[in-house]
């Protein structure tokens, strides 16, 4: 087994999933959701006794840490920390669904105002 998270479906639902050790040492093998859970989301995950998990990209790899006290009161899930979110994920059990966080996309609005006339600034 690699350290590397890696793609694939769950084999009990067909969900999509990410698998891979959880530390660096003393690792176990975990399988997560891939969405990225909110602060409410990832509260809800750990009273119900699963696993979170933060995602990191390490060069080319994706890599999960798995969280304690001090990482969710320090890093809570779903925030931006200097110019990249944490992404939080959930320890995967097939058919539970969590609050997600959201997208840090914007949609494109495309002006429907007058283009010929002055600029607005």
């Not at 769950?10 to 909110?38: F, K, M, Q, Y």
Request: proline share 7%.
């Amino acid at each position: 087994m690699s350290r590397d998270a890696r793609g694939r479906a769950c084999r009990r639902c067909g969900d999509p999933i990410l698998r891979g050790l959880s530390d660096d040492w003393c690792a176990a093998e975990v399988e997560v959701n891939p969405t990225p859970l909110n602060v409410f989301g990832e509260m809800l995950a750990r009273i119900a006794h699963l696993g979170t998990y933060d995602l990191h990209r390490e060069g080319d790899h994706l890599r999960l840490h798995s969280r304690d006290h001090w990482q969710i009161a320090g890093r809570p899930a779903g925030i931006l920390v200097y110019c990249w979110r944490v992404d939080v994920l959930a320890e995967h059990r097939c058919g539970w669904v969590f609050p997600a966080a959201p997208s840090l996309l914007r949609s494109r609005t495309v002006s429907t105002g007058d283009l010929d006339g002055p600029p607005p600034f």
